[in-house]
């Protein structure tokens, strides 16, 4: 697992935990909300920008080695490929994971 993505997780679980701990009044969760939105959101941003940039590297490298660069290994370029492709299901995971809570909070009785 790439190491971002990895971390990524790491904060997420600890947000995660974190919420189910220290269950805030109603009065405290409206001002925190934009702020963890924010920082949630860019999160997200960084991950998906990480995962584009790691896919682009693997199509560059192969590309090269397709054009007979000698420069580029085929070691290089599966490793490559397979970072990005370790990297994109861990994301495709997540937000499979985003999708499930936040259909179970839909379903919630008001």
Excluded: C, H, W
């Excluded at 290994?73 to 997540?94: D, G, H, P, R």
Aim: net charge neutral.
């Amino acid at each position: 697992m790439n190491i971002q993505a990895a971390s990524l997780f790491q904060e997420m679980q600890a947000m995660a935990s974190e919420a189910t701990r220290n269950r805030p009044s109603m009065e405290t969760i409206r001002p925190q909300q934009t702020s963890s939105t924010n920082q949630f959101g860019d999160l997200l941003a960084d991950a998906i920008n990480t995962v584009n940039g790691l896919q682009k590297e693997a199509k560059s490298k192969v590309t090269a080695m397709e054009m007979g660069d000698r420069s580029v290994s085929l070691a290089e370029v599966m490793i490559a490929s397979q970072k990005a492709s370790v990297a994109f299901e861990a994301t495709v995971q997540v937000r499979n994971k985003l999708v499930e809570s936040y259909k179970e909070i839909m379903s919630m009785p008001v």
